[in-house]
């Protein structure tokens, strides 16, 4: 019932579009004053809820990077809550040239906004960039402004995608 109907997944999105924690908590504590404790300590143990690794995408970033494809990274998460994150996932975020932060920015996906500053920030034009989702809304956000795009459904099928688009990797994991 807390996670439902207190803190939910929009008024959690507001971290991610660039509110600070300390503001929204208190303004859910005031609507919800019976569940001020568990929203505040919500934030501090955010990363716990954060789930279980999608399978084989870290192997497809590895292989990828091993390979000498320059990675790039936007990603809806709020400022506070990402630097712990990062440094659980360091091995997979070190791979990465550069990450946009859509807390940090506080411009979210699917908005073009975020499309267009990441291509500036690395440095590319859209013709140049794969964007890979597991929302159909960012893709087709990053579609809108003639960014190749792939809605991420899993490994294997991923993995067909970047074969077909002439990027180095193998078609399976263990070729």
Do not use: C
């Amino acid at each position: 019932m807390f996670l439902r109907d207190v803190v939910t997944i929009d008024w959690h999105f507001q971290h991610d579009a660039g509110r600070d924690f300390a503001d929204t908590s208190a303004e859910l504590a005031a609507l919800h004053p019976q569940h001020a404790d568990l929203i505040a300590a919500w934030g501090p143990r955010f990363i716990e809820s954060i789930g279980a690794r999608i399978a084989g995408m870290h192997e497809i970033v590895e292989e990828l990077d091993a390979a000498g494809v320059p990675l790039f990274a936007i990603t809806n998460f709020s400022r506070e809550f990402w630097p712990p994150f990062r440094a659980r996932e360091a091995q997979l975020f070190d791979r990465f040239r550069d990450i946009v932060v859509s807390g940090e920015e506080k411009m979210v996906k699917p908005d073009a906004a975020i499309y267009r500053l990441s291509l500036d920030r690395f440095g590319l034009v859209a013709e140049e960039a794969v964007f890979v989702d597991d929302n159909a809304a960012n893709v087709a956000g990053a579609q809108a402004l003639g960014i190749e795009s792939v809605l991420f459904t899993d490994a294997a099928d991923f993995r067909a995608r970047l074969v077909e688009l002439g990027l180095p990797i193998a078609q399976h994991p263990s070729s």
